[in-house]
T-cell receptor, first 114, second 115 residues
Framework: EAGVAQSPRYKIIEKRQSVAFWCNPI?????LYWYQQILGQGPKLLIQ????????DSQLPKDRFSAERLKGVDSTLKIQPAKLEDSAVYLC????????????FGNGTRLTVT | AQKVTQAQTEISVVEKEDVTLDCVYE???????LFWYKQPPSGELVFLIR??????QNEISGRYSWNFQKSTSSFNFTITASQVVDSAVYFC????????????FGQGTRLTINP
């Protein structure tokens, strides 16, 4: 089966600019996650979708980050305006959504904010 | 709140040595899942194992083995006869057992296997 697809692979922007990341989950996976992984740290959950509804966005900095999954399939994560501390790898993951369903991760988008 | 601690930031061993990666967790849930993921230099997170909190049996898969001890809230991972291809960052993670999984990750242990 095809894995979780993410693009772009790398992105360099200046602070205060905006950026968007795209994720295409594994076909049939109801649950989609965005994680932020700062260099040297473990991934931190930003937002979790179940189909096209948000399940948990408690750790999403909503003043600058937004995410949507309009048709319950693909998702985009946007940052506007970006700050230096947003430099990280943004990982998308998907799962069938059951309690015993493992998460499958994409390769991530590495964002550098200068 | 849930928390996972991987005290070993970096480990370096020579090929064929055995190595153990430590993981200690905190949770108020009575049922939960524990995981190990591998992150090679390419960046993707590769699922290795999931353990239910009710199942304290140790597990072995080839050169990999996992030791779950609920009494000490630990879920350690041992690689036997390590190989250069085992070099990666390894993450331990915790999730509540209800609903879709929501992983809380440790800080990771960078494992380097030298030839």
């Amino acid at each position: 089966e095809a894995g979780v697809a993410q693009s772009p692979r790398y992105k360099i922007i200046e602070k205060r600019q905006s950026v968007a990341f795209w994720c295409n989950p594994i076909s049939g996976h109801a649950t989609l996650y965005w994680y932020q992984q700062i260099l040297g740290q473990g991934p931190k959950l930003l937002i979790q979708f179940q189909n096209n509804g948000v399940v948990d966005d408690s750790q999403l900095p909503k003043d600058r980050f937004s995410a949507e999954r309009l048709k319950g399939v693909d998702s985009t994560l946007k940052i506007q305006p970006a700050k230096l501390e947003d430099s990280a790898v943004y990982l998308c993951a998907s799962s069938l959504g059951l309690s015993n369903s493992p998460l499958h991760f994409g390769n991530g988008t590495r964002l550098t904010v200068t | 709140a849930q928390k996972v601690t991987q005290a070993q930031t970096e480990i370096s061993v020579v090929e064929k040595e055995d190595v153990t990666l430590d993981c200690v967790y905190e949770t108020r849930d009575t049922t939960y899942y524990l995981f190990w993921y591998k992150q090679p230099p390419s960046g993707e997170l590769v699922f290795l194992i999931r353990r239910n909190s009710f199942d304290e049996q140790n597990e072995i898969s080839g050169r990999y083995s996992w030791n779950f001890q609920k009494s000490t809230s630990s879920f350690n991972f041992t690689i036997t006869a390590s190989q250069v291809v085992d070099s990666a960052v390894y993450f331990c993670a915790l999730s509540e057992a209800q609903g879709a999984q929501k992983l809380v990750f440790g800080q990771g242990t960078r494992l380097t296997i030298n030839p």
